[in-house]
């Protein structure tokens, strides 16, 4: 069972810049996907980013193709959400999320960080 710690939200200014980290813990990480996902208020989720672990492409939602990176540090079992250019309609609760690869639903999740984007 993968476990996982969110933090790094926070107040800004349209066109700033925030870094979402992540820790994961618990599991064999190379067997999982790993993803940021948002979820604002009266909005459908969104999976913003995601990677396997082992490798391979990562995933960027349309919303965020060219101003958010994902990476990771495999050594801190820690992975990151780079956001710049940072919009009002960024902001939202991000979750960290995990699921068995090869998985239609992230199973395990973050407590969620706040992005708040000020115009």
């Known amino acids: 069972q993968v476990q996982l710690a969110d933090s790094g939200g926070g107040l800004v200014q349209a066109g700033d810049s925030l870094r979402l980290s992540c820790t994961a813990s618990?599991?064999?990480?190379?067997?999982?996907?790993m993803g940021w996902v948002r979820q604002a208020p009266g909005k459908e989720r969104e999976v913003v980013s995601a990677?396997?672990?082992?490798?391979?492409?990562?995933y960027y939602a349309d919303s965020v193709k060219g101003r958010f990176t994902i990476s990771r540090d495999s050594a801190k079992n820690t992975f990151y959400l780079q956001m710049n250019s940072l919009r009002p309609e960024d902001t939202a609760v991000y979750y960290c999320?995990?699921?068995?690869?090869?998985?239609?639903?992230?199973?395990?999740w973050g407590q969620g960080t706040q992005v708040t984007v000020s115009s």
């Open positions: 618990g599991g064999a990480l190379s067997l999982y996907t």
């Open positions: 999320a995990a699921k068995f690869r090869g998985s239609d639903e992230y199973t395990y």
């Open positions: 990677f396997t672990w082992s490798g391979g492409a990562s």
